[in-house]
């Protein structure tokens, strides 16, 4: 079965051909012999399984219709006793006479049909009645009729029974004696059948009749049944032998085919296998189709022996081939795929599928709405359009969804993850793109934060650095200063380089301050923090400082508390560089308004002052580091205060808000509010 050389191969077409030829001349011989006049009677295919032929279906009924005939006799005695109208009884007759009425009924009721009414205007008497009247002539030959045909029966049964040469017979009937043998010879006999009528006291018998089969009849007919019967079962055997011999050939044609010995695992196809599968399938009905013609044909003969046989064998191997090409198909798994409707309409879908995934948004919508349009207007195929429409439309929505949702995780900050989405249309190309912002935009953001970080953590390293020689300047101007120098251009030049020390040492302290806020190092203690007290504390502190200045401060607080969930020490930290800049910045002899105030989930510090120069720069500008509102930078501030500001309220999970109007300087500070802290941690 592994050797799948060309030799084997046309030894198993031979070996079919063979077996079907040899097959269909055995049927023939079966059929010219079965068809002999001593067989046919014998009904060979329906007794094979008999022993003997007293024991098949011929030699039954034989024997039981000459019962029937002997007790028919008996029965009806006489033609003298029949026409006497003795073997009729009323029950016979009124049977007969039902029998008719429900035979006739269904006519006679279409008599009393009431169009109107649509109803059967009669009663089951009434029509019994009917029936007595119309067919009052045949009822009163019932009689008759049953005697004729009685006497029909009686003269058929001894007919058969007299012109039977193999069998004796004895029928004594009471009026008529019928023999051809004495009744003991007959009883006594290996094949016999008797049947003795007696009156109700057993002593008188009435009626006798008997009939025995010829034992040399019955030898004769058994030993021509075993003799067909050994025939037809070596016949049959050799049927069964060429159906093994043929399944044989096939089944190793079958798993030989497409495989050769040099490569097995192959499946190697022909050139005949490029013909489309529903012509082979075609082909292969009309092959099957001319071997049963081919073999009706022969089994009749009336035609051509030669010619026909030769045709059949043709048929058959034909039949094999186009069998083996499927085969070669399925292992190849290209059993749909070659068919010519799978190919034209995997055409027309790669087409459709190339316009959807390639053409423009204008294309496919005319292209869907008109062959759509042109389909629904076709009777019940909105059945198929419908989902198919359906079906489009949750494919393309999914597409776009997946895109929005791509779009809110690049917006929330995840740059990592690509938006899936399968195909060339526009909705994929414009995914790609996406995935090409993101990344870029990804690079670009671990960029900056790297860049951030490296320049966070070299301003800390910096300012630490420059901290300890900046303390050692200061320590000595201020020894310096102590010392009794006479020349007073030397003093000057102490306090001088005094001021301009502290200056540097602040906004090193500032530096340092804004780089630990932004990078998030500086220790938050988040606890309840009484806003009002926080403010009325911090003005007691400043109190000098505001009355020096030509401010004029108006603040408005609530009576209550105002608890805020914060970090008190930062936060007053914010609050004072928010004042620092209002003294700095503000016009003279101008109000500066502070209000504090809450709402359910948040509590607000507000601070407005008037500026005192031109404020020309815009709100996101001016919170960048080292940005001044002050662009002749005649003051002495660092344009740190409000970055620092701003880092710090993020580390309480705050928030500053600054708005610009005119000359109008307003700073909004957000907290959340403690008594929310405190339903949450309940929670």
Known sequence: MKRYSIILKIVAFVLIAASAVTMMLTILEIK????????????????????????????ENYYYHLQMDLETIIEYK???????????????????????????SAYIQEQFYDPKSGMYLCDEETLYNKFLEDYKE??????????????????????????????????????????NSDFQIISDSEYAYTKTNQSSDGKTIISQGAFSIDKNYINDMNNNFLTAKNKVSLYLMSCFACVVLFLAGLSYLVFAAGRKFANPNEIKLIFIDKLY???????????????????????????NITFMFMLYVSSVLLAVALILILIRHIKNKTILKHTFIFIFFYSVFKQIKKVFDAGSVMIKA???????????????VFIATLPLALVFTYLQIKKFIAVKTGLERIKSGDYQQNIEISGNGEIAILAADINDISAGLGVEVERRLKSERLKTELIINVSHDIRTPLTSVITYTDLLKNENIDNENAVKYIDIISKKSNRLKTLVDDLFDASKAASGNIPVKLAEVDINALITQGFGELDEQIKNSTLDFKINMQDDKILAYADGKLTWRVFENLLSNVFKYSLENSR?????????????IEIKNISSTELNIPEDEIMERFKRGDEARSSEGSGLGL???????L?????????????????????????????????
Do not use: W
């Open 32 to 59: 010219k012999y079965t068809e002999n006049d001593n067989i046919s009677e014998l009904y060979i295919f329906d007794n094979l399984s008999a022993n003997r032929y007293t024991d098949t279906h011929p030699y």
């Open 78 to 104: 006489s033609e003298q006793y029949i026409l006497d109208g003795k073997t009729v009884s009323q029950q016979t007759i009124d049977e007969r006479k039902n029998y008719m009425f429900n035979e006739k």
């Open 138 to 179: 045949e009822i009163d030959n019932i009689k008759n009729d049953l005697m004729q045909e009685h006497l029909s029966y009686y003269k058929y049964s001894i007919q058969k029974i007299q012109n039977d040469t193999h069998i004796k017979y004895y029928i004594n009937t009471g009026e008529n004696i019928i023999t």
């Open 277 to 303: 599968n529903e012509i082979i399938v075609l082909l292969l009905i009309f092959s099957v189709f001319s071997t049963g013609a081919c073999g009706s044909v022969i089994f009749r003969n009336d035609f």
């Open 366 to 380: 005319i292209l869907l709405v008109v062959v759509l349009g042109l389909l629904t207007a076709i009777p019940f």
């Open 592 to 604: 500066v308004y502070i209000e504090v105030f809450n709402d359910n989930n948040n509590v607000y």
């Open 643 to 649: 970055d620092i500001a701003k880092s710090l309220m």
């Open 651 to 683: 580390c309480q999970n705050g928030e500053l808000i600054i708005k610009i109007d005119g000359d109008l300087f307003k700073v909004k500070l957000k907290l959340p509010i403690y008594e929310n802290k405190n339903m949450e941690a309940n929670l």
